[in-house]
């Protein structure tokens, strides 16, 4: 099990008056590597989807879809990574 916090926009919520008593590694706990991540699909992407939907909506956090990749040069998941404005 794996605690911790998750700090966002830290500087902001204190306030620009804030910024210069906020020490550097505290400002880097916000600054979280984000994965790039490639998917592969044969068909309709529905799985596609329910990826995209969860990073847009914050239940994958951290990752980001750069590029969709398939076999089917007419599989509906590519027009799903296109609406998504997802590199195919």
């Known amino acids: 099990m794996e605690h ?3 700090i966002k926009h830290l500087s902001e919520a204190l ?3 804030m910024s210069p008593f906020i020490p550097p590694f505290v400002e ?7 994965k790039h991540v490639a998917v592969f699909i044969s068909g309709t992407g529905t799985n596609l989807q329910a990826l995209i939907d969860a990073v847009q909506s914050g239940v994958i956090r951290h990752a980001n879809i750069v590029l969709v990749v398939s076999n089917n040069p007419d599989a509906l998941g590519l027009k799903r990574a296109n609406e998504a404005n997802i590199e195919t």
């Open 28 to 34: 880097s706990f916000s600054s979280v590597n984000v």
């Open 15 to 17: 306030g620009s008056g």
């Open 4 to 6: 911790g916090v998750d």
